[in-house]
Nanobody, 124 residues
């Protein structure tokens, strides 16, 4: 089993920044892709970003390209999501997930384990 714990969420004004972290425990995550998804009230969970186990490839939703940066530190079993130029439409619960390294990174079905989520609220 793998446990994923997100942190770093909070309330920020539009244009501000936040850095989310996701710490994994239970087994090393170095052979797995890790992703970030988000879910706003009344909406489906949507893909935000993903990174392969080596960190060599990263993927972003069009809505966050140029503003969000995903990175990982396999030695610390941690993945990060640096978010800048935040907008009110970025408001959501953000979830990290661990999944296969060769799957469809944009799909929730690729991910085996999920964190409990951290709330990000961007005020206008």
């Amino acid at each position: 089993q793998v446990q994923l714990v997100e942190s770093g969420g909070g309330l920020v004004q539009a244009g501000g920044s936040l850095r989310l972290s996701c710490a994994a425990s239970g087994r090393p995550v170095s052979n797995y892709a890790m992703g970030w998804f988000r879910q706003a009230p009344g909406k489906e969970r949507e893909f935000v970003s993903a990174i392969t186990w080596s960190g060599g490839r990263t993927y972003y939703a069009d809505s966050v390209k140029g503003r969000f940066t995903i990175s990982r530190d396999n030695a610390k079993n941690t993945v990060y999501l640096q978010m800048i130029s935040l907008k009110p439409e970025d408001t959501a619960v953000y979830y990290c997930a661990l999944g296969t390294d060769s799957g469809t990174f944009y799909s929730t079905f690729n991910y085996l384990y999920w964190g409990q989520g951290t709330q990000v609220t961007v005020s206008s």
